[in-house]
């Protein structure tokens, strides 16, 4: 079966090797799929001095409004046109909700 809707995924960043050679790297922390408009059950993770900033994949199999923040509105809010086949990658906030609607 095909993919259809919208494909959330949450990574936190990670400090990860030895002192002289430190890189950041991505790691997985949740995901969701949606095959109808709504909002996620995802939320933006709390940083800590392990764990940086959080970032956002989105893949969307048709054009679609993403809208992120602690009260998402992806009909007539603040929000990103993810065009269908292109992967955005946004950063979340803490505590900040995902919501989406077909474009």
């Not at 790297?25 to 001095?49: C, F, N, Q, Y």
């Amino acid at each position: 079966m095909a993919f259809q809707g919208i494909h959330f995924a949450l990574f936190q960043s990670a400090r990860v090797g030895s002192v002289s050679s430190e890189t950041d790297a991505l790691m997985l922390i949740d995901s969701e799929t949606l095959a109808k408009d709504g909002e996620s059950r995802l939320i933006g993770p709390v940083p800590s001095a392990k764990f940086g900033h959080a970032t956002l994949r989105v893949d969307a199999s048709a054009d679609a409004w993403v809208s992120v923040s602690e009260t998402p509105d992806a009909a007539e809010g603040v929000r990103i046109l993810v065009r269908a086949g292109v992967p955005e990658k946004l950063l979340i906030n803490q505590r900040a909700k995902i919501a989406w609607k077909k474009a």
